[in-house]
């Protein structure tokens, strides 16, 4: 059975580490910039980094109809119980906009990291007894092993740092029900030199990470291309990147592969807790 996800949230999203901030002093900051992407037709709103449902909150007010999403909540930060009582708040005041995205992180971040899988099994366990329901909550799958708990146990997946190759397989294991978002970097920058280069500079905390690493060699890359940076194809595979025309198309490659819903991150330079509020405008123009 399709997942009403897909009828309602869209064919864009925006990921961001900014819009999580718990700076009491951006509030009213954060609060105009998700009303204005609601007002530029983006469809959900994803809380990059370990986020919860007290970072969606003040968007989800400030908004009338976005779905905000956690990008990821990290299962090792937030235990089942209160993942599910501020669920339960906000449903209660919000019904139907928050979306509960979990993740196992990494364990070069976590120090409890271990049997990563089985503890995301047990931690939807542990949803499922409080009352979080499944058509409600996403997973950051990557391999085949999450990506079929994906589909059995939650929504879908929200895959973060993918190609449309794994879309493509991606969608082969989730089948054609459940929702498939991925995270894609948009680098709005015409020269090769320089787009490429800001792509490298954003993948440096990455390419450190196994999970990430481990799936691009599943999808074809090589040693090499993890070398110095990222290869030109390992970077040209991640990122969206050019004129409009091209940034399109990449984002285009992504549908035909089989995503239903793409979150789009802005990859400038600038501060990752920046808020790209002139360049989202640009890209909802050149999406239009």
Known sequence: MTTPLKETLGRYGIWSVGLRSEDPDRRGELAEAAAELEELGYGALWLGGNSSAANAAPLIEATSKVKVGTSIQSIWQHEPDASASAFADLESSHPGRFLLGLGVSHAKRVEQYARPYS?????????DAAGVPEDRRLLAALGPKSLRLARDRAAGSIPYLVTPEHTAHAREILGEG???????????????????????????????????????????????????????????ALFAW???????????????????????????????????????????????
Not at 185 to 202: H, I, S, T, Y
Not at 267 to 287: H, I, N, T
Request: proline fraction near 7%; charge should be negative.
């Open 242 to 288: 050019g004129d409009d025309t091209a940034i399109r198309a990449k984002i285009d490659a992504f549908f035909e592969a089989g995503a239903d819903h793409v979150a789009l991150q802005i990859v400038d330079g600038e501060p990752r807790d920046a808020l790209p509020r002139k360049a989202w405008r640009d890209l909802a123009s050149a999406l239009a």
């Open 119 to 127: 503890a995301l099994v047990d931690h939807l366990d542990g949803l």
């Open 178 to 236: 459940p929702l498939l978002a991925p995270e894609l970097g948009v680098v709005p920058e015409r020269d090769p030199a320089r787009a490429r280069a800001l792509a490298r500079e954003f993948l440096e905390i990455y390419l450190p990470l196994p999970n990430y690493t481990n799936n691009f060699l599943r999808h074809g890359f090589t040693e090499d291309d993890l070398k110095d940076g990222g290869s030109d194809r390992l970077v040209d």
